[in-house]
């Protein structure tokens, strides 16, 4: 939620792990914050690749780019348009290579015992989460 809060347009997370880690309970989380909807249907967009969200702070590209064979595939999934006006959550991250943008704030998620340990990096203004 606190995350959720300080996301604004053109704000890029990169959601990193293995699989299982919580990625896509992560982008769950931030999209029904977001939306003012703890009931919203966020189904993982493994195989729809892109999923897209009007929330009262923007439109979330929901990405999931474990099935992309090759980085620049990402441009068929309105990844410029969602750089332009969107806030992206980009499970998979790592699969962009260069094409993943410098400013970003990764989230880069593992599996802890019975729990999940997620460490952040990326810019000042997201503060204390």
Not at 64 to 76: N, P, S
Not at 79 to 99: C, F, Q, S, Y
């Amino acid at each position: 939620a606190a995350l959720a809060e300080r996301l604004r347009p053109r704000d890029v997370v990169a959601l990193v792990g293995g699989l299982g880690a919580g990625k896509t309970t992560l982008a769950r989380a931030i999209l029904r914050t977001a939306s003012g909807d703890p009931a919203l249907v966020v189904p993982s967009p493994t195989f729809t690749l892109v999923e897209v969200y009007d929330t009262p702070k923007g439109a979330f590209w929901h990405f999931d780019l474990y099935r992309l064979e090759t980085a620049e595939q990402v441009f068929e999934l309105g990844w410029e348009e969602a750089r332009t006006d969107g806030i992206v959550l980009v499970e998979w991250a790592e699969r962009l290579g260069p094409l993943l943008p410098h400013e970003r704030l990764t989230v880069t998620l593992s599996i802890e015992g019975e729990g999940r340990r997620a460490t952040l990096e990326g810019e000042a203004r997201f503060g204390d989460i």
